[in-house]
Each structure stands twice: as C-alpha cells, then as structure tokens.
C-alpha cells in the first residue's frame, strides 16, 4: 500500500483569525514586498478586530510607522475607496479597520507632527485629495447611512482623525466642511441617548479647535441652533453621559445615607461579620484601595463637558433647556443630574489634573448660567423645584437634604463643598476664583430682588472663614502663589464683607444673619489682621475720594459718604478686608465692655448674640460702591484663553482613549 501524500501537521497552541495575520503581515517592516490586490479584497471583506489592530500597532515606533509609509498610504487610499464605495458590509469594515488604524498611527510621537502625519496618511502631494474625499464620504454616511450602526461607525472615524490629528493641520479639513447638520440630524434620529456621546464630543472638539485665533465655524453654528426638539436630544444624551460618570464614583463608595437597622447599627460597633447582609454584600475598599480607584476617575464618560460648556456658553436656549427639561424615563430631571454628577466630580478635584480640569469646566458651565439674569431666576424660582444627589463621600458633609429644593440651594451646596474638599498649600487659584464667582453671583441676584432663599446658611459662613483661616494659616507657602491675591482673597472678603452688608435683603430670618456675625467674632481681629498682612500691601498714599456707602444692618437705608485711600484700585482690592477688621474690632469693644460690666470669665453664646443684637444699633459698615460688583466672564479673556487651552488638551486625550488611541 502506498503511503499517503497528506501529512499530518501539528495543531497550534491557538487558532489566530485571518485577519490578525493580515494586520501583521501588512505592518511588517522587513517585508518590502507591497500587498496584492487579492491581499485588499480579503482585507476589507473579513470582520475586522480593533484590539488586535491596535496591539499590532502598539510597538511599533513613529520612526517604524514612518519606514512603511508606502503601504500605510495604500492602506489609507485603499480605506477611503470602500468607505465611499457603498458596498456593505465592506464600507463598515473599511471605517472600523480605518478607526483603529487612525488611533494607533496619529498617537505616535513624532518629530515634526504635522508633516510626518501627513507623509503616513496620504503624502504632501495627495493629503488635499485624499483627506478631503474621507471627511466627505464620512458627512455622507453619517448623513444617509443605511442604518444608525453604519452612521455611528463613521462618527467614530471622524472623532479618530480630531482626536489624533488634533495638533496638525490635518484637523482644517473637518473644519472646512461643514459637519454640523450632518451629526445633528444623526442625533435627532437616535433613540438612545448613549449614542449620543461620540457626535457630541466630536462637536465640543471641532467648536473649540483655535478657537480664539480664527472665526470657528462651529462656534456660528452653536449660536445660530434653534431646533427645540433636536435640543432636547442632545441635553438627554449629555445627562446620560453625566450619570454615567458619577455612577462610577458611587461604584467605588456608595455614599447613600442608611437608615438606622439591625444592620448598620452592627456595622457601627464594629461587628460586620455578624450583620445579616455581610455575606450578600462584598466587604468595603480599604483606604489604599478606594485611593487609587478614586485618583483614576473620572471615566472618559466625563469629556461630555466639553460640549456641554459649549453649547451653554453659546446659546440660551440650550442653556434653558438643560435647566428646565422634565424627566424621561427617570427618576431625575437631567438638570437635577448635571448638578449631581458636578459635586461628585469637584469633590475629588484635588486628586488629579485631569480631574480638576474637568471640575473647573463643569463650574465655568454653572457660572454661565447664573450669569444670565432670565436664567438665574428660574434656578431660584420653586417651580423648578428638584432633588438632587450630593456627594457625601467625606468629611465634612454639607446637611442632608433629600427633599425637593431650588437649584440655587443645590449649587450653593456643590460650591461649598468644593471649597472644603479641595484646599490644600498647591491651591488651585482658578477654581477657587470661579467658585466664590458663582456665590457672589448668586447672593446678589437674592439680594437684588429681596429673594429670601431657605437654606442652611451656617454652612456657607462656616465654610468661608474655615477657608480664610487656611489661608492665614498657610500663607507662607500660598502667598506666592501667582494671582491669589486678586483671584481669591479679595473675591473671599468681598463675599463676606457683601453678605454682612445686605445679609438681611436675602437671608430668611435674622439668626442666619446673627450667625455670620458671630462667626466673624469668633475669627477674630488678630487673625484677620495677619490675613491682610500676609495678603495685602500696606503701603499708602493719598488720593482723590472713593465714594461708599454707608449701611446699617438691618435697614435698607443708604446714605452716600466719601473717604480718602490710597488710590481707586487699591481701595477697591482693600475695602472689604477692611470692613471685615472694622466689625470684628467694634464688636470685640462691646464683648470687652460686655466682660468688665458682668465680670464673668467667658461670655455665653446667648450673651454673644444679645451684644450682636445691640451691636447692630452703633454699627456703620462703609462699603465701596464697587462691593458686589462682578464682570461677566469671557472666555478669550486675561488668563483664560491657556486654561482653555489645557482644558480641551484634556479632552482630546480622553478622546483618543474613546476611539482606541493611546
């Protein structure tokens, strides 16, 4: 019998797809050999596998990816003719493998980045051509696209190519055409609001991309949108990226206060292992453990910042629509969801860069709307009236409230809790400057129209002199830090000195407003006084007269005197610490006066608040005309154009974490 031509070969240790082999042979920089025509129609044809595209990528150097230029612009070319072929299911292949590839290759460290992307893609001579046909056939598909599948993968493309080619000049070709109509007819065809997220982010980066260098034609765009319907979508699909977000720090510690049972009352005396629920729940993070889950936060989920920033900074209907859009399906209003997923976040702002970042754009976000005079009375109206989740997930906690509230309550909350949670001797100057910004605003909006807002208003007094105190404390490390002085100490003792002066046009009753005296007292003169020494020049000159006003607490009479300072910009900056040192002073004369008449060791709390009673009768608070005064922000002003700038960096690096990229 002859012996068979068939051998038997041995089985590997794996089966690897045909289309891993493809990625690799095509990326083989020791093969010169370039791919057949056969080699492209199986390429196109098998399902394509992201990860193990990007894991053959992955190692390769700039310098490697630059060696193959020729078969990476063949790739590219070859990409672009299926995506515009209409061919199905190779289009889609075509935009998943061209995903993948754009992440990998655009996130390389190159020399020279803008050339040395373009000679991968396309080559000087075709980059025109060839980048222009891949954003036209990408605007048709998200356009036209035979399914919303098909749409979302070619979103995802474009949001590859902005993301990685963010620092190039490659990005002027999704700013030249127009792709605004295009993602927002995709996301009014949607019915989940989590396929809103890529369009979305791809829109905040486009609208934001030099923006302060040339007319940006998103910006137009953004201002110019109307379609109500369409806004309704995109508010739901930023929310639903928002709960997200703030889900994931709950994940870590379920901060929910429980009520007291068999349970938790075991959990308290330290027999958990006893508690029923022990064996069904897994044991809590330790400190370590919950730290490190913490500083990796937010998820990618949180880049939705930017495009809501965008949308509410240019356009108010956007802006009234997110605060006032009725629940759907949940049991929160998307407003009550925003605000939520913000005090997770700026609770842990100090953790990381990233996530301050994030934080202080969510605040920019909040300060636009209390910014604008329609919108900030609806924020402190209770017809809008929400329950809102605030973090609690550590000490100090702002009082619980479970109830329904006015908006206004629940970002005066989320500020106050941001300032306790985030001092620390690296103070970051801008978010403490646009969270005292969004209090300021807000109180004299209450104050202005007699609005008596019922809130635990001792919370905020507190929170204020703990922070001025950590300031005094610290001052060595944190008086060089670079525009505190202007940016947040005299926006701190403006805010009290304005709230000691009409504290009683806005505050519901006369205890809160007894209560911010008192805490003033307990601070003290000598600390206050070490606080503008550590602060402020004491140098003075003479100068033309400042008009101020001349206010008795408790009244609303005004009377209009002048007083002579340095000059008109250095008494502005120095007026309200001034008035801060001049109450503690008189009521620290009426506590001595209090002390010789009763001899008594130490005053009782009653006896202190009897004398801030009386108090109120021999007490002139001259305040400078300019005392609660606030400028509307702009975005391309002062310092802000390079936090921006650091901002969206954040963003786009986040963006090509979405995609794939690295």
């Known amino acids: 019998m002859e012996p068979s031509p068939l051998t038997q070969q041995t089985r590997p240790d794996y089966f690897q797809p045909k289309i891993v082999q493809l990625y690799q042979d095509l990326f083989n920089i020791r093969d010169h050999v370039p791919p057949s025509e056969g080699f492209w129609r199986e390429f196109f044809l098998l399902p394509p596998d992201k990860t193990q595209f990007r894991r053959v990528l992955e ?21 672009i003719e299926e995506i515009r072929s209409e061919t199905t299911p190779r289009n889609q292949h075509a935009l998943e493998n061209l995903t993948a590839f754009l992440g990998g290759v655009l996130s390389k460290k190159y020399t020279n980045p803008s050339s040395d992307a373009i000679a991968v893609l396309a080559g000087l001579d075709g980059v025109d051509r060839r980048v222009s046909d891949l954003v036209s056939g990408i605007d048709d598909l998200v356009r036209n696209g035979d399914n919303i599948q098909l749409r979302g993968k070619a979103i995802e493309t474009a949001l590859a190519l902005a993301a990685g080619a963010y620092q190039t000049g490659l990005i002027s070709y999704l700013t030249h055409r127009d792709l605004f109509p295009a993602l927002m007819k995709y996301v009014r065809d949607c019915d989940e609001p989590s396929y809103c997220f890529q369009p979305l982010l791809l829109l905040g980066l486009l ?17 110019d949108f109307v379609n109500e319907k369409t806004i309704q979508s995109i508010v739901r699909g930023i929310t639903h990226a928002c709960a997200l977000s703030r889900d994931s720090y709950i994940a870590v ?35 370590e453990e919950a730290k490190e889950l913490f500083d990796a936060l937010p998820p990618t989920e949180a880049s939705i910042s930017l495009p809501a920033y965008s949308f509410v900074y240019a356009n108010k209907l956007f802006a ?16 009550a969801v925003f605000l939520s997923f913000i005090s997770y976040l700026s609770h842990h702002a100090h953790r990381s860069q990233r996530c301050l970042h994030y934080t202080l754009l969510n605040m920019l976000t909040i300060q636009t709307l209390v910014e604008d005079t329609v919108l900030v009375k609806r924020l402190s109206s209770d017809e809008f009236k929400t329950a809102v989740r605030l973090c609690r997930q550590r000490p100090p906690h702002p009082p619980l409230v479970t109830a329904e509230r006015v908006p206004a309550s629940v970002i005066l909350d989320i500020c106050t809790d941001t300032i306790s949670h985030n001092l620390r001797r690296r103070l970051d100057v801008s978010l403490y400057s646009v969270t005292l910004g969004i209090i300021l605003r807000l109180t004299t909006h209450l104050s202005r129209n007699k609005l008596r807002l019922a809130h635990h208003w001792s919370h905020i007094w507190g929170t204020l002199f703990s922070s001025l105190r950590f300031l005094t404390q610290y001052s060595t490390d944190l008086s060089n830090i670079h525009n505190i002085r202007h940016e947040v100490c005299t926006p701190l003792c403006d805010l009290i000195a304005f709230c000691l002066s009409t504290g009683d046009a806005f505050l519901p009753n006369l205890s809160d407003y007894d209560d911010l005296f008192y805490k003033l007292i307990e601070t003290g003169s000598p600390l206050l006084t070490k606080f503008r020494d550590a602060y402020y020049d004491s140098v003075t000159s003479t100068s033309k007269p400042v008009p101020t006003s001349t206010i008795t607490p408790s009244t609303t009479t005004t009377t209009t005197t002048t007083t002579t300072t ?76 390079g936090e921006l700038k650091r901002i969206v960096r954040t963003v786009v690096a986040d963006a090509r974490k979405v995609v794939g990229g690295s």
């Open 59 to 79: 190692p390769l150097t700039a310098d490697d990816i630059l060696h193959v230029q020729e078969r990476t612009q063949l790739f590219f070319i070859r990409a």
């Open 207 to 223: 609208g934001n991309y030099n923006k302060f260098e040339f007319q940006n034609p998103y910006q137009n765009r953004l201002e």
């Open 253 to 287: 510690h379920d901060d929910a206060p429980e009520g007291w049972n068999l349970n938790s009352a075991l959990v308290y005396v330290g027999l958990r292992a006893l508690a029923p629920e022990a064996k069904r729940k897994k044991a809590p993070q330790t400190e």
């Open 320 to 335: 009234s629509t997110l605060a006032s859009l009725s629940r759907h399906n949940s049991t929160e209003t998307p407003f």
């Open 566 to 641: 340095t000059s008109s910009l250095h008494h502005t900056q120095d007026s309200a610490i001034k008035i801060l040192i001049s109450v503690s002073t008189h009521y620290h004369d009426l506590l001595q006066a209090q002390h010789a008449a009763s001899k008594k060791a130490h005053q009782s709390p009653t006896a202190v608040q009897k004398v801030i009673k009386q108090g109120y009768e021999t007490l002139n608070i001259e305040a400078s005309e300019d005392l609660g005064k606030w400028e509307k922000w702009r975005e391309g002003s002062g310092i802000w154009r």
